[in-house]
T-cell receptor, first 112, second 109 residues
Framework: DTEVTQTPKHLVMGMTTKKSLKCEQHMGHRAMYWYKQKAKKPPELMFVYSYEKLSINESVPSRFSPECPNSSLLNLHLHALQPEDSALYLC???????????FGPGTRLTVL | GIQVEQSPPDLILQEGANSTLRCNFSDSVNNLQWFHQNPWGQLINLFYIPSGTKQNGRLSATTVATERYSLLYISSSQTTDSGVYFCAVPPQGNTPLVFGKGTRLSVIA
């Protein structure tokens, strides 16, 4: 199984609601990532988990809160988002921090 | 920090044509990855290629680490090759990838 899955595929939320994005992989990878991608731009790293511990937070606002419940799952909790947070949110995993990265299909988020 | 430059930024090809995409990076790296992002947003890892040449069907890649560049060759292009091609490198050893701005490819039937 070389697949990274993400749910939901699409999400529309208001600025006062709370939602969560989910990511799952069963490749035994020990590094997992959240990226944000705006239109016509490359993916922008948000968070990195290595061995289920947060190892990198790229100065992301606290309205984004990552969580790694176990080695296969990665969540991104969203609260009080702004319209400019609308983007494609991508999850990825790799064997370790220098390994080949595999991406999920992404969640298209719209904040109204 | 490390700089990753891709060229050309945009490319339009007739179906069946060949093309070469380039990725230059400003510092030594221990791996380089090429990705294809299709029009629906899915990113597929094409190659993990720290050095040398690899082939996968109509695609091949060459990285010359000592000269800090990599090339992605697409032969006999098909409309399904359309999308954005990114190269990405880690700034240092065991650090996450830095992406180039991509090459946007359109293959026309």
């Amino acid at each position: 199984d070389t697949e990274v899955t993400q749910t939901p595929k699409h999400l529309v939320m208001g600025m006062t609601t709370k939602k969560s994005l989910k990511c799952e992989q069963h490749m035994g990878h020990r590094a997992m990532y959240w990226y944000k991608q705006k239109a016509k731009k490359p993916p922008e790293l948000m968070f990195v988990y290595s061995y289920e511990k947060l190892s990198i937070n790229e100065s992301v606002p606290s309205r984004f809160s990552p969580e790694c419940p176990n080695s296969s799952l990665l969540n991104l909790h969203l609260h009080a988002l702004q319209p400019e947070d609308s983007a494609l949110y991508l999850c990825a995993s790799s064997q370790d921090l220098s390994g080949k990265q595999f991406f999920g299909p992404g969640t298209r988020l719209t904040v109204l | 920090g490390i700089q990753v430059e891709q060229s050309p930024p945009d490319l339009i090809l007739q179906e069946g044509a060949n093309s070469t995409l380039r990725c230059n990076f400003s510092d030594s790296v221990n791996n380089l990855q090429w990705f294809h992002q299709n029009p629906w947003g899915q990113l597929i890892n094409l190659f993990y290629i720290p050095s040398g040449t690899k082939q996968n069907g109509r695609l091949s890649a060459t990285t010359v680490a000592t000269e800090r560049y990599s090339l992605l060759y697409i032969s006999s292009s098909q409309t399904t090759d359309s999308g954005v091609y990114f190269c990405a490198v880690p700034p240092q050893g065991n650090t996450p990838l830095v992406f180039g701005k991509g090459t946007r490819l359109s293959v026309i039937a």
